[in-house]
């Protein structure tokens, strides 16, 4: 990572929130730059702060990399949802590849849906996520959740393929695709070779995880390791 991005990552510190959130990131950037988002099979609830303010942006499930300019300055945090977690105001099939800004009510509140809620922060991020389940606004998919926990089998399911396309606004197939491609990468990332990588995550070889990452995540598992591994 370069020098002039600091990026924090940690999970939900609670096993209510983690019914939800994937993760929680925040990342500070020290300068202008152009920064890679790529998918990984969540979506996310973004506050960022940059010259003109706070902006508060959902963003939906991506399935090809999206480029993001960065200014000196810019900072944000965000929180990641699992796949099977929705808004059923706005659910995946309205949000793929696109993005919708909440409105702020004052200097510490946001409105979501209609529901004004105090601005959270990277370290309290939990709460404003159950306040949402509270009133509501959040949603988690029963069968999306059993077929995340056995690894997306059954993807010709047709119950599967209809609750895919309205909960994350992706096919089954291209989801398990996406998800298995993130895991690949940060395989990698901590230096995994790649062959050991294709062999645990059932590519046909190492060719074929080339193959996926480049048309996925549009990067080749070179790229991806560390510059010493």
């Known amino acids: 990572m370069p020098s002039d991005i600091r990026r924090q990552t940690r999970p939900a510190d609670s096993p209510s929130a983690a ?36 902006m508060v942006l959902q963003t939906g499930q991506t399935d ?4 993001l300019p960065i200014e000196a300055g810019d900072r944000y945090f965000c929180i990641a949802f699992r796949p099977e977690v929705y808004m059923p105001q706005r659910p995946g099939a309205r949000m793929t590849n696109r ?11 946001c409105v979501i849906d209609g529901q004004r809620l105090e601005l959270p922060t990277f370290d309290n991020a939990e709460h404003f996520v159950l306040a949402l389940a509270r009133h509501g606004l959040l949603e988690v998919d029963g069968l999306l959740r059993r ?20 909960v994350t606004g992706l096919s089954p197939k291209k989801l398990q695709q996406i998800v298995r491609a993130d895991v690949a990468a940060r395989l990698l990332q901590q230096g995994v070779r790649p062959a050991e990588v294709a062999v645990e ?5 190492q060719a074929h995880l080339s193959h996926s990452l480049r048309r996925i995540l549009g990067a080749t598992p070179g790229q991806l390791r560390p510059a010493d591994a």
């Open 201 to 205: 995550l059932g590519y046909s070889d």
């Open 147 to 166: 077929a995340a926990e056995s690894g997306w089998r059954n993807l010709d399911d047709r119950s599967l393929q209809r609750h895919s396309a309205h």
């Open 64 to 67: 090809h990399v999206v480029h």
């Open 19 to 54: 019914r939800f959130i994937a993760r929680i990131d925040q990342v500070d950037y020290a300068a202008s730059t152009v920064d890679v988002a790529r998918p990984d099979g969540t979506w996310d609830l973004v506050f960022r702060h940059g010259r003109d303010g706070l």
């Open 99 to 109: 993005g919708h800004v909440h409105a702020l009510a004052g200097r510490r509140d």
